[in-house]
């Protein structure tokens, strides 16, 4: 079954030169509770490319993104953001500490070509933290205060658009719009992973987010999207309690308590139906004397912690027979160096297994980075929350808002 992905504008589809353009983008980064420092700037650094093509085409850039929501420690200012943004930009960017107050609308209108200049954090609108429909927020105080500054708007937020929040949703509908560069790269890799030219497929889904990744395979089974779903991590033992299979008091008890045994119905249910998913057939366990050992999957006595040295043999051998391969989440609980192994690992495999990867969320990216080999991975997306529902074949809602836009802006949309 083909799977449709949808087909938004890009900014090769508007005429963005000498214009004033408002560019929503996800600097949202991991907070430092005590300096209020930056600890990671990868998602700033994602969206140079869009800004830096908009400045020196000649338009008056306006970046809008938030941090943190409000009532947390990562909930703060943007002005350390627009010094990194300055600093990878290798141009000077403004900031104000303002979003739709009248400093900041004179500040816009004051803008001229090839200037950047940086909002302060829009969710201090409290509007900005409400999700609706993209109609509801096109009539919002923040659409109707900016909108009538701009020629143009880009959405280069991929990470972020799984919300349907107005500064993601509301600007399409009432300006021309178009996916910036980092969000029209990730729709197009993201988008092989359901080419039905590119087989065979291989997912291979781990982590905690269980609920998520059930989904995706749910899904995947549903679109006969892939050929092989190996599965690690607490996935992996869902499907095992799916088989039947008893993983010891501890596990399973962990499992019950994580609300995770509820899921084993749909888990089996998955299974009849002939998905292709392939579980661990040894595990690396903690005993209760603090002892690492290597257990099989069907007489497991330690606590789970790692994928064990076969399963990373079989699961090397299936990903080497891929066109693509998709990697979601650590296979193991690899803050702790004893059971790092088993994510490093695939990552290697996938990277050397000659397939396009794409490799989704923060932990996985690290990796690749340590092993040195950024220039062999396909995509590295900034999606979460965005990716998760995008592999679940869900609609985005800032990509569905795109493609509103297109259908009453644009006579033809190219897509991405």
Do not use: C, W
Not at 142 to 150: D, N, Q, T
Request: no cysteine.
């Amino acid at each position: 079954m083909v799977v449709e992905v949808p087909r938004i504008p890009t900014m090769d589809d508007l005429p963005l030169d000498n214009s004033k353009v408002l560019v929503r983008i996800d600097i949202n980064s991991p907070i430092d509770p005590g300096s209020g420092r930056i600890l990671d700037d990868t998602r700033i650094k994602a969206h140079i490319p869009t800004i830096r093509e908009l400045a020196e085409r000649g338009n008056a850039v306006v970046l809008a993104s938030h941090q943190g929501r409000p009532g947390t420690p990562d909930f703060t200012s943007l002005e350390g953001h627009a010094r990194l943004l300055e600093k990878h930009l290798g141009m000077n960017v403004g900031f104000i500490d303002d979003v739709i107050g009248p400093a900041a609308r004179e500040a816009i209108r004051r803008l001229r070509g090839g200037e950047i200049l940086l909002l302060e954090n829009t969710r201090l609108i409290s509007e900005e933290t409400i999700e609706a429909i993209p109609e509801s927020q096109a009539n919002t105080f923040i659409v109707r205060k900016l909108a009538p500054l701009f020629n143009y708007y880009v959405n280069d937020a991929f990470a972020t658009a799984h919300r349907s929040q107005p500064t993601l949703v509301g600007f399409p509908l009432v300006l021309p719009s178009a996916a910036g560069r980092l969000m029209e790269k990730e729709v197009k890799a993201l988008s092989k992973a359901f080419d039905p030219g590119e087989t065979p497929k291989v997912f291979v889904l781990g982590g905690g987010k269980v609920h998520d990744s059930l989904r995706i395979i749910e899904h995947l089974a549903r679109r006969r999207v892939a050929e092989r779903i190996l599965t690690t991590g607490l996935v992996a033992e869902l499907f095992l309690a799916a088989k039947g299979i008893d993983l010891g008091v501890r596990n399973m008890s962990f499992l019950e308590e994580k609300g995770i045994l509820s899921l084993v119905p749909r888990a089996r249910r998955v299974l009849l139906q002939g998905a292709p998913i392939e579980t661990p057939v040894d595990f690396k366990v903690l005993l209760d004397d603090g002892r690492v050992e290597e257990q099989p999957a069907y007489r497991v006595t330690g606590l789970i912690r790692d994928v064990g040295e076969n399963t990373l043999k079989i699961y090397g051998e299936l990903m080497r027979e891929a066109r693509i391969v998709v990697v979601r989440g650590p296979a193991g609980v690899m803050e702790d160096p004893r059971f790092k192994r088993g994510t490093v690992e695939i990552v290697r495999l996938a990277l050397s297994s000659g397939a396009y990867t794409i490799f989704g969320g923060g932990h996985l990216t690290a990796v690749v980075s340590e092993l040195g080999m950024l220039n062999s991975a396909g995509h590295l997306s900034t999606g979460g929350g965005a990716l998760l529902l995008f592999l679940a074949g869900e609609p985005l809602p800032a990509l569905e808002a795109l493609k509103a836009s297109a259908e009453k802006f644009l006579e033809v949309s190219r897509g991405a």
